[in-house]
């Protein structure tokens, strides 16, 4: 047979037993697609990336974002291919447990669609009414407008400023709700005008009313504030056997020492360890102010026994006896104004020879080794130091070592 007769033949088709095992060929051009899984109870359902299925349930923000994303994305090994906002789970029974939402972006709980816990979606208001807040802790006032032209300030500062407590003691009412501005009760930190009307609780009075105040002559040895470096606190020294009660225009104003008026002391105008003289102990923030705020003007009295030592106290030169003779009346005039320490200029102070050997010092300031610092600097070594008066006052017979109580006809 000819060519021609084999192309008449009719065509028969022939299977190949290999054809199902053999794989067509990817077209390069044709869209990827993934990966088809047999479903089973504890496998989820996969979703073409080019046909989505809408979600059940809205889902957060956060979880559409990430599917927008994920389905421009092609897919490929685990679950990068599919959406994350459309994951479900078959249950063993074949029930399906319902969409959760994007649980790697916390989107909707199934539970009475609630948002789950960590949800980044934007909450509603509640509905269950909150408890108001005590009067002495609600939110605070607007600070921003403290200092403005209406000369507001806080109301702890104003208090101060009126002699009413301290700052401290001003806070601890307020947070009691022993303070009342204009009639309301006061928030803690607010700010009040000049011509506020603020008002103190009997209360707080009848607190105020029972605080010490406490004059002692301190002794050489003993520091005025916390025990340091060895040397014990002149509070030590507070207690029934050391109290005074030899004056008799103060007989211990008619108290008795008692363990509670030892609490809460703060010295006030301190005195080196090395010095001796009055000191102030006192549980009432309105004289602690006035005798070391940062107005205080209150005078303070020394006498001070002095050397005259140009070459230091262990240098050649040193004269112990009529020093008035020997010192430079030019430095005694830089005693009362010129010096200055810390880098800081000192205020006006009166300075006076008592004898040979002895200055009297009033000062309105009271810097750390202050009278030790300023006679080193004018030639003088200062051999002793004692405190005699703070304002009104006076040291006078009460004994070494010994204390009474702050009188209620005196003030500083």
Known sequence: MTSEDDSKKPATLKLNPNAAKAKPKADPLAPRRAPVR??????????????????????SAAGADRSRFNADRPSGAGD????????S???????????????????FDDRNDRPARGASGP???????????????????????????????????????????????????????????NGEPALMGMPVP???????????????????????????????????????AAAT?????????GDARHPADGRRFAPEHTRGLAPCGRLDIDSTGLLVLTQDGRIARQLIGDSSGVEKEYLVRV???????????????DVQSVFPAADLQLLRHGLSLDDQ???????????????????????????????????????????IRIGHVVLGNLPVGQWRYLGADEGF
């Not at 105020?208 to 406490?214: F, N």
């Not at 240098?315 to 112990?320: C, D, K, R, T």
Request: aromatic share 4%.
């Open 345 to 387: 200029p000192l205020k006006p102070a009166q300075v006076d020879w008592m004898n040979p050997e002895q200055l009297r010092f009033i000062l309105v300031e009271g810097k750390k080794r202050q009278i030790r610092r300023m006679c080193e600097q004018v030639g003088l070594h200062v051999v002793g130091l004692k405190r």
């Open 89 to 107: 789970r078959t249950g063993p029974a074949g029930g399906d447990r319902g969409d959760r939402g994007d649980r790697s972006g916390r989107g």
């Open 123 to 181: 909450r509603g208001p509640s509905t269950a009414p909150r408890p108001a807040p005590p009067a002495f802790n609600r939110q605070r006032p607007d600070l921003a407008r403290v200092g403005n032209v209406r000369g507001e300030v806080r109301l702890n500062k104003r208090m101060a400023e009126l002699g009413l407590c301290s700052r401290r003691e001003a806070d601890a009412w307020i947070a009691r709700g022993w303070v009342l501005v």
């Open 237 to 245: 020294l507070i207690g029934a056997p050391s109290q005074w009660r």
């Open 194 to 232: 000049p011509d506020a009307n603020i008002e103190i609780l009997p209360q707080a009075r009848h607190e105020q009313a029972g605080q010490v105040t406490i004059l002692m002559h301190k002794p050489v040895g003993y520091v005025s504030g916390q025990p340091e470096d060895g040397h014990e």
């Open 307 to 321: 050397q005259w030592a140009p070459n230091g106290p262990q240098g050649q030169g040193v004269i112990a006896q």
């Open 80 to 87: 990068r291919g599919r959406f994350e906002g459309e994951r």
């Open 38 to 59: 047999p479903p089973g109870p504890a496998r989820a359902k996969t979703v073409s990336a080019s046909a989505p299925k809408p979600p059940s349930r809205p889902q």
